[in-house]
């Protein structure tokens, strides 16, 4: 092989190294490369994405003021209940004892 043989020979795969070199920068960037409408749909599908997370934010804390008015309700609704029953205990107490009462004077009379 002479020297001019041997130029073109290195010529030939430089050329190639370059042509391989840039065919693959551009699968490069033709695969990662985001086009303007896709910027713009992240950017929508982004502002989305942010106002589901306020309305379930919103949805959560309506949730908890909701059980705690309805946790409070319960509690008082048993309170009330409760003193209702007791009530009605000492009621069914005093009609028991003024019945005997009524019982023992009508059999003394």
């Known amino acids: 092989m002479n020297r001019t043989e041997f130029i073109i020979a ?9 042509v391989l070199g840039w065919f693959a920068n551009w699968l490069v960037h033709r695969f990662t490369r985001v086009s303007a409408s896709d910027m ?3 950017d929508r599908m982004s502002q989305e994405l942010h106002e589901a997370e306020e309305t379930r934010d919103k949805a959560i804390t309506y949730l908890q003021q909701r ?3 309805l946790t409070n309700q319960l509690t008082q609704t048993e309170a009330e209940l409760r003193a209702a029953m007791d009530g009605l205990r000492e009621a069914r107490h005093e009609a028991e004892e003024l019945r005997s009462y009524v019982e023992r004077v009508q059999g003394t009379a």
């Open 40 to 42: 713009g749909e992240l």
């Open 10 to 18: 290195t010529a030939c795969v430089l050329f190639l190294a370059f």
């Open 67 to 69: 059980e705690a008015e």
